[in-house]
T-cell receptor, first 113, second 112 residues
Framework: DTGVSQNPRHKITKRGQNVTFRCDPI?????LYWYRQTLGQGPEFLTYFQNEAQLEKSRLLSDRFSAERPKGSFSTLEIQRTEQGDSAMYLC???????????FGSGTRLTVV | AQSVAQPEDQVNVAEGNPLTVKCTYS??????LFWYVQYPNRGLQFLLK??????LVKGSYGFEAEFNKSQTSFHLKKPSALVSDSALYFC??????????FGKGNQVVVIP
C-alpha cells in the first residue's frame, strides 16, 4: 500500500469550468476526509465519508461542490462553475475505524484563472 | 467544537539549537492531539499524536511533544534542529464527527 493517492497534483482551469479531483485512500481505511487549504492557513474540513455514506458536510461546501464515494473505496470531489476563490490546495485523508490516525495525500493544487 | 491555537507565525532557530513550536488546545472531554509537518506544495506528514498515556510523546524525525493538561498545551520540541526541519508545522485536535481541526500553522526557519 503506497498511502493516500490524489490526482491530479495540479489543475489550472478557467473560471466557470467544472473540475473533478480523485482520492484513493489506504485500502483498509473506511473513513475518508476532504480538506481545503488556502495560502497561509491551516486545512479546513469540507466533508467526510464512512464507507460510502457521506456523514458530514461543512458549511464551506457550497452547492457548487459535490463529493462521492460510490463503492466505499476511492472518492471524487467535483467543483462546478469554478470561481477564483476556489483556488486552493485540496487535501484528502483517510483513517481506520478508531480514527486515531489520519494519513494525508499530497493534495491537488487548483488554480482558477 | 474543539480547537487549537498556534500563537506564533514564524519560529526562527539556529541549526543545532533546541526547537519549540507552541500549541494550546480547547476541548470538552479528553483531547486527541496531533502534529503534522508540511513541506512546500506537499501534503501533511504525520509526526506524532497524543491519545492517552505518557505525557511525553515521541514521534518521527527526532520530534517529541509534551501534553500538559493544566496548561492545555501540546508543544512540539526537538533537541537539536536541522536545516531540513524548515517547514510548516500544524497542530490539530480531533473534533466532533472524528474530523481534525487544525491551527493556522507555524513556519519554522532553521538558520545554518
Amino acid at each position: 500500500d503506497t498511502g493516500v493517492s490524489q490526482n491530479p497534483r495540479h489543475k489550472i482551469t478557467k473560471r466557470g469550468q467544472n473540475v473533478t479531483f480523485r482520492c484513493d485512500p489506504i485500502s483498509e481505511h473506511n473513513r475518508l476526509y476532504w480538506y481545503r487549504q488556502t495560502l497561509g492557513q491551516g486545512p479546513e474540513f469540507l466533508t467526510y465519508f464512512q464507507n460510502e455514506a457521506q456523514l458530514e458536510k461543512s458549511r464551506l461546501l457550497s452547492d457548487r461542490f459535490s463529493a462521492e464515494r460510490p463503492k466505499g473505496s476511492f472518492s471524487t470531489l467535483e467543483i462546478q462553475r469554478t470561481e477564483q476563490g476556489d483556488s486552493a490546495m485540496y487535501l484528502c485523508a483517510s483513517s481506520g475505524f478508531n480514527s486515531d490516525g489520519y494519513t494525508f495525500g499530497s493534495g491537488t493544487r487548483l488554480t482558477v484563472v | 467544537a474543539q480547537s487549537v491555537a498556534q500563537p506564533e507565525d514564524q519560529v526562527n532557530v539556529a541549526e543545532g539549537n533546541p526547537l519549540t513550536v507552541k500549541c494550546t488546545y480547547s476541548v470538552s472531554g479528553n483531547p486527541y492531539l496531533f502534529w503534522y509537518v508540511q513541506y512546500p506544495n506537499r501534503g501533511l506528514q504525520f509526526l506524532l499524536k497524543y491519545i492517552t498515556g505518557d505525557n511525553l510523546v515521541k514521534g518521527s524525525y527526532g520530534f517529541e511533544a509534551e501534553f500538559n493538561k493544566s496548561q492545555t498545551s501540546f508543544h512540539l520540541k526537538k533537541p537539536s534542529a536541522l536545516v531540513s526541519d524548515s517547514a510548516l508545522y500544524f497542530c490539530a485536535v480531533r473534533d466532533v464527527g472524528l474530523r481534525l481541526a487544525f491551527g493556522k500553522g507555524n513556519q519554522v526557519v532553521v538558520i545554518p
